[in-house]
């Protein structure tokens, strides 16, 4: 998947560039209403359950400070992707034990059957394995720079 | 964030839903590609004790009916969209869609299906 095919299942409406929560399971809360929110994306209770679910199978934090809360649901119609930070940092239980600040929800509906969601998972690692791309995710007020800094076009 | 109630139909979905996950943990290539990326799968077991917790809500002549179906068809439930059932793609009446109907676990009249408004 190119970045310009991933940056088409985001939207400004899921994009949190302050999360409140503090701890695991309230920020899978939060995420799970802005989802709710922000996107066609009705049942908020079974995608919470998927995520929490997931969760329980093995951590979605990784290292570096990035998560990626993810799955499939039949709440969802098509591939949704949710980008939020933290600045302050929550214990996501990641791999390597340090905070995670940044956070990608991908939702999936079950007949995603081109593995689209593994596919745009594939590719967001793939750019935030870059720690420039992670600083400027830090950094980004609006969802086009958000887009801007996926598509490595930012200043 | 509202949790899962005790709606047959939501239960439904989200045992389907993990049953799905169960499903991915455990195919070689799915897993492959998802380790190659970083992510542990190591707690499929969790995932079954969570199994065991949702169906215990589930009234047990549903569930039976629930593998029923999915024996037969595969998926037993399918989301409705556009009016459509996304499993023989054919029209719901709309009388299904009433709010009346909420609580209840509606099948397709074609092809028998469980079926879910998203």
């Known amino acids: ?155 | 964030m509202a949790e899962l109630s005790t709606n047959q139909a939501q239960l439904l979905v989200a045992l389907q839903d993990l049953e799905e996950m169960i499903q991915e943990a455990e195919d070689p290539e799915s897993r492959k590609k998802l380790e190659a990326m970083g992510f542990p799968l190591e707690n499929v077991d969790k995932l079954r004790d969570a199994q065991d917790e949702l169906e215990e809500r589930i009234k047990p002549q549903m569930l039976a009916r629930y593998r029923r179906i999915a024996d037969r068809s595969g998926k037993a439930i399918v989301p409705v969209v556009g009016n459509v059932c996304t499993g023989c793609f054919t029209n719901v009446p709309s009388i299904f869609t009433s709010k009346v109907n909420a609580e209840k676990v509606i099948s397709c009249e074609t092809c028998g299906r469980m079926l879910y408004w998203p």
Request: aromatic content about 6%; cysteine-free; glycine content about 10%.
């Open chain 1, 1 to 155: 998947m190119t970045t310009d095919e991933l940056v088409r299942h985001m939207s400004a409406e899921l994009f949190v560039p302050a999360l409140d929560a503090t701890k695991k399971d309230d920020v899978l809360q939060e995420l799970t209403g802005a989802i709710v929110e922000g996107s066609a994306v009705n049942d908020g209770a079974v995608v919470l359950e998927m995520l929490r679910n997931r969760e329980a199978l093995g951590s979605t934090g990784l290292e570096a400070g990035v998560a990626f809360p993810h799955g499939r649901t039949l709440a969802v119609s098509r591939l949704t992707i949710l980008f939020a930070r933290s600045a302050k940092g929550v214990d996501f239980d990641s791999e390597d034990g340090g905070k995670t600040h940044l956070f990608f929800v991908l939702l999936a509906p079950p007949q995603d059957h081109g593995n689209l969601y593994l596919q745009a998972l594939g590719r967001i690692a793939e750019l935030v394995r870059q720690g420039e791309v992670r600083g400027q995710l830090m950094e980004v007020e609006d969802f086009d720079t958000l887009v801007k800094v996926l598509k490595q076009e930012a200043a």
